[in-house]
């Protein structure tokens, strides 16, 4: 085998020369390249059932939230009430905390327990009517109501006055929460749910309970005086 100098560098620009014409062929062929119809047929079974999937997966979204009858009404007011009932579990320890008047204090705590109650009495209701709670995070409207109680109660306040907003506060959630009862235990008789209208019921008396329970405490403890020209809090 010849192994010269110029043999060896002709051989190199020969191999050279050949990679050039491939890169070249290759060159032209990509550049000539242009979507076929296989190409299309074959790119849309890539992505149909991507957006078949994406389509079913809303539907079957907006399907599982839709309210179409007065049976699913009642069963999205009693998973409304299912979520409030338990926000305000601890929001009624916060107010018990913060209460100086130990009646006050000891009808936040007492009330607490009978909240408990009140979601154990709603798993009852949802089994009377075969329906299970919708998951949710929180009910938006007491999480307000909450967000709106401890808000003032992070500044300097006389106790007095301190009270007569933590009694304010705990009614205005009591009145949203007897305004669902009575609307869950209507739509409950109207669809023939005895035994979960009567649950409904008992809550519901025990909710006004509640509620009188701290307009007689606020009418026998607060100072006029105390919350100044204004005179009454709306209780
Ligand atoms: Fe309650």
Do not use: C
Not at 55 to 76: M, Y
Not at 88 to 99: D, F, G, K
């Amino acid at each position: 085998m010849d192994t010269s100098p110029d043999v060896l560098a002709e051989q190199v620009r020969l191999k050279r020369s050949a990679i050039d014409n491939d890169l070249e062929l290759l060159r032209v062929k990509v550049q000539n390249k242009r979507p076929t119809r296989d190409d299309a047929v074959r790119w849309a079974q890539r992505v149909a059932p991507v957006v078949a999937g994406s389509v079913g997966l809303w539907w079957w979204t907006k399907r599982r939230h839709a309210i179409d009858s007065l049976d699913e009404l009642l069963t999205h007011a009693l998973s409304d009430l299912y979520q409030s009932e338990q926000q305000t579990i601890p929001s009624l320890h916060r107010l018990a905390e913060r209460a100086s008047d130990p009646e006050l204090r000891s009808a936040f705590i007492a009330h607490a327990k009978e909240t408990a109650v009140h979601v154990e009495r709603l798993d009852r209701v949802f089994r009377a009517i075969s329906r299970k709670p919708h998951r949710r995070r929180r009910s938006e409207g007491i999480a307000g109501l909450i967000d709106e109680s401890d808000r003032l109660l992070h500044r300097k306040i006389d106790p007095d006055v301190r009270d007569a907003w933590l009694i304010a506060s705990a009614q205005r959630i009591e009145h949203v929460e007897i305004s669902g009862y009575g609307t869950a235990r209507t739509y409950a008789e109207m669809l023939g749910f005895e035994r979960a209208a009567q649950l409904l019921q008992e809550t519901l008396d025990e909710e006004r309970a509640a509620d009188e329970k701290l307009t007689r405490i606020a009418r026998r403890f607060i100072n006029p005086q105390a919350l100044g020209s204004a005179g009454a809090a709306g209780f």
